[in-house]
């Protein structure tokens, strides 16, 4: 009759039998017990995290509803739908065409997807005031679709548009699609490698005239985990034929606690044909406050 009543039935009254009156239990030998429980099924695989600035981030999906301050509330949101990427505003200072020094902010978004797919989007803002007067106020957003296949290859398209107030090129945007080959992927080490075809478009700074040209395009992607908290990373674009350009960023990421790190940075971009009275390589040296997730 309690085995009928209680919550639990049979189970739960032999369990306490067994618990709390052992000497009783051979009395329940013969007493059949109901049939056990599914396993629960088991959690979906995690996804690989895109971004790492060290050791293994604060996983905000855990913390209460309401804590984590400004920032922490929009990061958890992005965290659910399997977004990565990282904040970071900091100081620029610029060698060639410029020697300014630039109040700079980026924002980093990627996406992992299903079979293999990923979105990655970058959008920078650089900004200089000379007591009332802007001196620059130029933005960079570029974005990537690609797809990995089991194999290592895969392919891609993209686009970049550059606003540029000081340089040969006042504005410029460039269209591309081709192949990537992940050539190395280990726990420390990446190595990604691109090669397609695009078509870059440009307008001169002061004249205005626009030029349009098909070029080449071949990039590669390194990091390196040199331990627990920092990390090195190497970017290289080089477009060739019409327009040909090159275009390096080397960055040092070192952790700070939690998401929060500090990123040393040198942006190197060399055109090939530029106008006169313009140089044709900018240097830019970057440090930055970076928060990734």
Do not use: C
């Not at 900004?127 to 690609?146: C, F, K, M, P």
């Amino acid at each position: 009759m309690v085995a009928v009543l209680v919550d639990g039935g049979r189970a739960a009254v032999h369990a306490d039998v067994i618990a709390h009156l052992p000497d009783r239990a051979g009395a329940l030998s013969d007493w059949p017990l109901p049939e056990p429980q599914p396993e629960p099924a088991a959690a979906p695989e995690s996804w690989p995290e895109h971004r790492s600035i060290g050791a293994a981030p604060v996983d905000l999906a855990e913390a209460p509803d309401g804590s984590g301050g400004w920032l922490a509330a929009p990061i958890r949101a992005l965290q659910g739908e399997k977004w990565s990427g990282q904040i970071r505003a900091g100081v620029q200072v610029d060698d060639g065409n410029t020697d300014l020094m630039d109040f700079s902010f980026a924002f980093e978004l990627d996406r992992e997807l299903p079979r293999g797919w990923r979105v990655d989007n970058q959008f920078e803002y650089f900004l200089t005031e000379n007591g009332d007067r802007t001196s620059r106020d130029n933005w960079l957003v570029e974005s990537r679709l690609s797809r990995e296949l089991d194999s290592g290859f895969g392919y891609y398209a993209g686009g970049s548009y550059e606003r540029d107030l000081v340089g040969a090129y006042e504005q410029s945007a460039f269209a591309t699609a081709g192949g990537v080959w992940h050539a190395i992927d280990r726990e420390r080490m990446d190595l990604e490698l691109r090669a397609g075809v695009g078509h870059r478009w440009r307008e001169r700074a002061g004249s205005g005239q626009r030029l349009d040209d098909w070029v080449a395009e071949a990039a590669s992607d390194f990091s390196f985990q040199i331990n627990d908290t920092s990390r090195f990373e190497s970017k290289t674009t080089v477009y060739g034929g019409g327009g040909s350009r090159v275009d390096q960023r080397f960055t040092l990421t070192n952790r700070l606690f939690g998401h929060w790190a500090v990123q040393t940075g040198l942006h190197i971009e060399h055109e090939f044909e530029t106008e006169p009275g313009f140089e044709p390589t900018d240097t830019r040296l970057d440090v930055s406050l970076l928060y990734g997730f």
